[in-house]
């Protein structure tokens, strides 16, 4: 069983940098992506960035060139490093780990907001 905790969250003015951080603990070596997603009250959780072994990284059309996520192998964690932050943003940003079962944690806020 894999476990995810994300912590990070925070309130942040519009144009401000904020990280994330998911540590994985338990049996993650079948893992083969991490992810964070986000979700706004009444609407679908949706992919915001991952990344796959060997490295390749998919970002949503919305945060490319804003967001950038890494990992820390040697850590078990990964991050999303979120730049030039816009009201839009504000939501609650959950880490998934994809193996052969989907795990998720259990989210931390991020608002954007002057």
Known sequence: QVQLVESGGDLVQ???SLTLSCVASGSIDGIYAMGWYRQVPGTQRKLVANIITGGRTNYAKSV???FTI???TAKNTVYLHMNNLKPE???RYYC???GLVDTWGQGTQVTVSS
């Open 14 to 16: 519009p144009g401000g």
């Open 89 to 91: 943003d504000t939501a």
């Open 70 to 72: 890494s990992k820390d």
């Open 96 to 98: 998934r780990g994809s």
């Open 64 to 66: 490319e060139g804003r």
